[in-house]
């Protein structure tokens, strides 16, 4: 049951990129043109997500299991450490100049975007390399 509830909520995920544009890379640089032609219609599909997520948030903060009957695990560390801004801005770079971002990129890559496919492999690179980087970390 679990299994099935995740693939509906990655395909209304994925459904909601689409029809919110999310999923269209020259959408999103639109969005981030401030000083060009700046596209504000992004905000408020940002602004959509936030208040749904907030309260989704403070629902599950008060549960101990979810509604399928698993554990509920949130993040408890508050932490703004390196790696937390030097991760935000190498996904803020990459959004910032490919127009995409993970959840997107894998959207577009399912729509055939020739674009997506090279974001997509580097993204897989990006997640090699850091693995890499962490393993050596943890052995020193």
């Known amino acids: 049951m679990i299994a099935l509830a995740s693939l509906l909520s990655g395909l209304v995920f994925g459904l909601g990129l689409i029809v919110s544009g999310m999923a269209n890379p020259a959408k999103v640089l639109g969005f981030l043109d401030l000083a060009g032609h700046w596209d504000p219609s992004l905000a408020f599909v940002m602004a959509g997500a936030i208040a749904v997520g907030s309260v989704a948030f403070l629902a599950a903060r008060r549960r101990?299991?979810?509604?399928?009957?698993a554990a509920m695990r949130l993040p408890s560390s508050r932490e703004i450490d390196?790696?937390?801004v030097v991760?935000?801005?190498?996904v803020g770079v990459g959004w910032g100049i490919a127009g995409l971002c993970p959840?997107?990129?894998?959207?577009?890559?399912?729509?055939?975007?020739?674009?997506?496919?090279v974001?997509?492999?580097a993204m897989l690179a990006g997640m090699g390399i850091f693995e890499l980087v962490e393993r050596r970390g943890r052995q020193s």
Do not use: N
């Open 119 to 121: 974001f997509v492999l």
């Open 82 to 84: 390196r790696r937390l």
């Open 87 to 90: 991760g935000s801005v190498v």
């Open 103 to 117: 959840g997107p990129g894998l959207v577009a890559l399912g729509m055939g975007e020739a674009k997506a496919l």
């Open 64 to 69: 101990s299991m979810s509604l399928l009957g």
